[in-house]
């Protein structure tokens, strides 16, 4: 049952770096002064951008000491995640979805991180000149787990008010 979970995490982690690889293939990386973009809708474009930091780019500047620090705490992060997949009940059926996500975008950045020094985003929306941090498909996956894990977090704590 648990294999099923990590499976997940496994098509999470290809799908994010097909999808990285085939968009660094497509368009040039963005720089200051020029950016091809492929618009798909008024609020929503494709771009290549290289992330050095953390989430919303938090420790981007920080001169590089920070690919060691980030790589060694997905790595953490990864293996905990892991652990705490292969200890889940059977009945935890929500729970294990929402670590198999997250397992599965975490390791999709630390790959990149690990190999190449950065984190490939290219998923960007936009309202104007209003743009929300660019993301990609491991951000995705563990956003969409965040969210499950919250939900199970309600759904626990109902259980428990119940009894």
Not at 30 to 41: A, D, F, K, N, T
Not at 67 to 77: C, E, K, N, P, Q
Not at 80 to 97: K, M, P, T, V
Not at 109 to 130: K, P, S, T, W
Request: aromatic fraction near 16%.
């Amino acid at each position: 049952m648990v294999w099923y979970f990590f499976g997940i995490s496994a098509v999470f982690l290809v799908l994010d770096q097909v999808t990285k690889n085939y968009m660094a293939a497509l368009l040039p990386l963005c720089v200051p002064g020029y950016c091809q973009s492929i618009e798909i809708l008024p609020f929503f474009k494709l771009t290549v951008l290289h992330n050095t930091g953390a989430a919303f780019s938090f420790l981007a500047d920080a001169g590089g000491w920070q690919r060691g620090f980030l790589v060694a705490v997905s790595l953490v992060v990864s293996l905990f995640i892991g652990g705490w997949l292969f200890r889940i009940h059977r009945e935890q059926r929500l729970l294990a979805y929402a670590l198999a996500f997250i397992l599965g975008g975490a390791l999709g950045n630390l790959v990149d991180r690990a190999l190449q020094g950065y984190v490939v985003d290219f998923l960007v929306f936009h309202y104007e000149v209003y743009y929300f941090p660019a993301f990609n498909i491991a951000d995705t996956a563990i956003s969409l787990g965040a969210g499950l894990l919250i939900i199970d977090m309600f759904k626990q704590g109902k259980k428990e008010a119940n009894k």
